[in-house]
Nanobody, 121 residues
Framework: QVQLVESGGGLVQPGGSLTLSCAAS????????MGWFRQAPGKERLFVAA????????YYADSLKGRFTISRDNAKNTVYLQMTSLRPEDTALYYC??????????????WGQGTQVTVSS
């Protein structure tokens, strides 16, 4: 059974930084793409970033390029999301998801429970 467990969320001031982690278990982590999504209260879930299984290719939501960085450590079965220059509008529940194959960053079949990020002074 695949499990994805996010951590690292919390309260941060505008302009601050935060790094989220997502630990995966249940199948060969290095064989699957990984993605991050977020959902603000009352809004739909949106794509944030994704990375192919080897880390060779990364993708970002256009509005987040330059501030957010996705990375992964296949030896630790963990994917990260480094967030900098955080803004109040970044406040959301952040989810990690595991893709259906190595290179497929468009379809995800497993999701974590989410970690809350709140950007406020």
């Amino acid at each position: 059974q695949v499990q994805l467990v996010e951590s690292g969320g919390g309260l941060v001031q505008p302009g601050g930084s935060l790094t989220l982690s997502c630990a995966a278990s249940g199948r060969t982590f290095s064989s699957y793409s990984m993605g991050w999504f977020r959902q603000a209260p009352g809004k739909e879930r949106l794509f944030v970033a994704a990375m192919t299984c080897s880390g060779a290719r990364t993708y970002y939501a256009d509005s987040l390029k330059g501030r957010f960085t996705i990375s992964r450590d296949n030896a630790k079965n963990t994917v990260y999301l480094q967030m900098t220059s955080l803004r109040p509008e970044d406040t959301a529940l952040y989810y990690c998801a595991q893709g259906t194959s190595c290179g497929n960053t468009a379809h995800y079949d497993y999701w974590g429970q989410g970690t809350q990020v709140t950007v406020s002074s």
